[in-house]
């Protein structure tokens, strides 16, 4: 296990509401990024945090967007939501630096009808 | 602008017999690579990483990886495959001109057969 914890795992939310995931970083990890990753397809960067900062972005609407806390545990929030909206997301901590690799978190299915 | 392909969406191996997942990548300046591994409903793995030094990189659950930086290809392989390592394997490099953000592959699915 990576230590790194999303919840919740599954969600099924309507078309046009707002949803709220969230991510516990791996001790001692100060940056956290945001994945989703439609069905057949590899992850795609939705934003990254560093030290409770915004320091990257993906080609994502700013109806995406998230926090990191102190403890720098995370949230992810999508408003107006849309069908294509539907993928697993996932929240990967790591340290900051090339060469660190980061750790996955299970990821939350989210299912919007 | 930074890229990763994975050519082969699925790779069939019988038990025993050894494997290579294939990766090219696209980069400017030095290229960070990794390796994760995906099992189903579940998250990303770390399997390995190539950073810089030697060319054949080992990771976890006896998988290695070759850098071939002429080839712009970082190969994963495994000797011995087991029916377990039937997952989805995904390359990575590390963007650092963009945040330091992971671009993956599409994935490859691994079957090995008993």
């Known amino acids: 296990e990576t230590g790194v914890t999303q919840s919740p795992t599954h969600l099924i939310k309507t078309r046009g509401q707002q949803v709220t995931l969230r991510c516990s970083s791996q001790s001692g990890h100060n940056t956290v990024s945001w994945y989703q990753q439609a069905l057949g397809q590899g992850p795609q960067f939705i934003f990254q945090y560093y030290r409770e900062e915004e320091n990257g972005r993906g080609n994502f609407p700013p109806r995406f967007s998230g926090l990191q806390f102190p403890n720098y545990s995370s949230e992810l929030n999508v408003n107006a939501l849309e069908l294509d909206d539907s993928a697993l997301y996932l929240c990967?901590?790591?340290?900051?630096?090339?060469?660190?690799?980061?750790?996955f978190g299970q990821g939350t299915r989210l299912t919007v009808v | 602008a930074q890229s990763v392909a994975q050519p082969e969406d699925q790779v069939n191996v019988a038990e025993g017999n050894p494997l290579t997942v294939k990766c090219t990548y696209s980069?400017?300046?030095?290229?960070?690579l990794f390796w994760y591994v995906q099992y189903p409903n579940r998250g990303l793995q770390f399997l390995l990483k190539y950073i810089t030094g030697d060319n054949l990189v080992k990771g976890s659950y006896g998988f290695e990886a070759e850098f071939n930086k002429s080839q712009t290809s970082f190969h994963l392989k495994k000797p011995s495959a087991l029916v377990s390592d039937s997952a989805l394997y995904f390359c990575a490099v590390r963007d650092m001109k963009d945040t330091g953000k992971l671009i993956f592959g599409q994935g490859t699915t691994l079957q090995v057969k008993p």
């Open positions: 980069v400017s300046g030095n290229p960070y």
């Open positions: 990967a901590s790591s340290l900051a630096g090339a060469a660190t690799e980061a750790f």
